[in-house]
């Protein structure tokens, strides 16, 4: 004979599941912006120290030929034939920014007398976000 006091349901009531679940959105709300702010920093941080490394490899073209190149695609292949030549500077894959857009070069530059290069961002977009 099972009465009451004896009979102990075991689990969770609605109110406690509640409680836990709405703990976790808290942490959640807390925890994501920052996740978010932490990994496009990141990835703006890469596409930084890219630029810096495709700014070096056309300083050794402009060594190499005297002119800084008309596209970047001029730092992975010789369309020219030139003899003076000596590249590949980059890899063709170090022209993408991290979100796998293309760089944007311009000769001569806007910002800068000889040439600029920038990347358009995670939109890829000209003017678009500020990420």
């Known amino acids: 004979m099972l009465n ?5 349901q075991k689990g969770f009531t609605l109110i406690e599941l509640l409680i836990v679940m709405a703990i976790i959105g808290l942490i959640a709300a807390i925890a994501l912006p920052n996740l978010y702010k932490r990994f496009f920093g990141a990835q703006r941080d ?3 120290a890219q630029i810096k490394s495709i700014e070096a490899s056309l300083g050794t073209y402009l060594l190499d030929m005297r002119k800084y190149p008309k596209t970047l695609d001029e730092l992975v292949t010789n369309s020219s034939n030139d003899p003076s030549w000596n590249g590949p500077y980059v ?3 170090q022209l993408l920014d991290p979100w796998k857009n293309p760089y944007q070069y311009r000769r001569p530059g806007g910002e800068n007398r000889d040439y600029d290069i920038y990347s358009f961002g995670a939109d890829g ?3 678009g976000d500020k990420d």
Request: no cysteine.
């Open 4 to 8: 009451k006091k004896s009979r102990q």
């Open 46 to 48: 890469a596409a930084a």
């Open 91 to 93: 890899r063709q894959s």
């Open 125 to 127: 977009r000209e003017g």
